[in-house]
């Protein structure tokens, strides 16, 4: 999920050679759902503009939101089984333990005590 509209994205797709999909949220409607949309203050959507990354033109909108990165293990029925979320971009969660923890959903070890 991005919050950048289908135009821009599509062109990050094609630009970067990504072998997986992207959806876009440039409303933020799903973040805003999932409770991780924030509001830039002006002073830091100016520091954004400074670096040259014009978030309006990127969303296609005038909202100044951006989703905290994060990530969602959902199952099939949309129950949300394992969440990762940090307002630091720059810190993900580890390969290692994203996929042990689809291993243990996938698996249904969450349920065994």
Not at 7 to 14: G, I, M, P, T
Not at 98 to 111: D, I, P, S, V
């Amino acid at each position: 999920m991005s919050p950048d509209r289908p135009e821009k994205l599509e062109q990050s797709l094609a630009a970067k050679g990504l072998g997986f999909s992207l959806y876009s949220d440039s409303d933020l409607s799903v973040a805003r759902q999932f409770g991780i949309a924030y509001r830039l203050d002006d002073a830091l959507f100016e520091r954004y503009a400074g670096y040259g990354i014009d978030l309006e033109d990127a969303s296609g909108h005038s909202h100044r939101l951006l989703p905290v990165p994060s990530v969602f293990l959902v199952d099939p029925s949309g129950t949300i089984l394992w969440v990762y979320s940090n307002p630091d971009y720059t810190v993900r969660p580890d390969n290692a333990e994203l996929l042990k923890a689809a291993k243990r959903f996938a698996t249904g070890a969450h349920r065994a005590k």
